[in-house]
Nanobody, 123 residues
Framework: QVQLVESGGGLVQAGGSLRLSCVASGVTFRRYAMGWFRQAPGKGRESLAAISGYGLSTIYADSVKGRFTISRDNAKNTVYLEMNSLKPEDTAVYYC????????????????WGQGTQVTVSS
């Protein structure tokens, strides 16, 4: 089982940037694809981005393509989500998750989840 801890959330003005981090422990990190998701109040979970174990493949949802960048540092057991040009509609709790396949097609592909970090974008 992968233990995941997110950090880096906070309050930012529209147009600003944040970088989220997710540190994994308990496993050989490079064996796992990682994904970032979010859930806004009253809405379902949304897949944002995913990255393969060695970082050679990334995929993004249309809603964040060109604004968000997923990356990983396997030496630090960490996956990142760089978020630029933030909008009020990006306000949500952001989660990282570990799975066997880098996909944004389904959150059920990910077995282990972090506790989430709140991102609030003010207008």
């Amino acid at each position: 089982q992968v233990q995941l801890v997110e950090s880096g959330g906070g309050l930012v003005q529209a147009g600003g940037s944040l970088r989220l981090s997710c540190v994994a422990s308990g496993v050989t990190f490079r064996r796992y694809a990682m994904g970032w998701f979010r859930q806004a109040p009253g809405k379902g979970r949304e897949s944002l981005a995913a990255i393969s174990g060695y970082g050679l493949s990334t995929i993004y949802a249309d809603s964040v393509k060109g604004r968000f960048t997923i990356s990983r540092d396997n030496a630090k057991n960490t996956v990142y989500l760089e978020m630029n040009s933030l909008k009020p509609e990006d306000t949500a709790v952001y989660y990282c998750a570990a799975g066997l396949t880098a996909t944004i097609a389904s959150s059920s592909s990910y077995a282990d989840w972090g506790q989430g970090t709140q991102v609030t974008v003010s207008s």
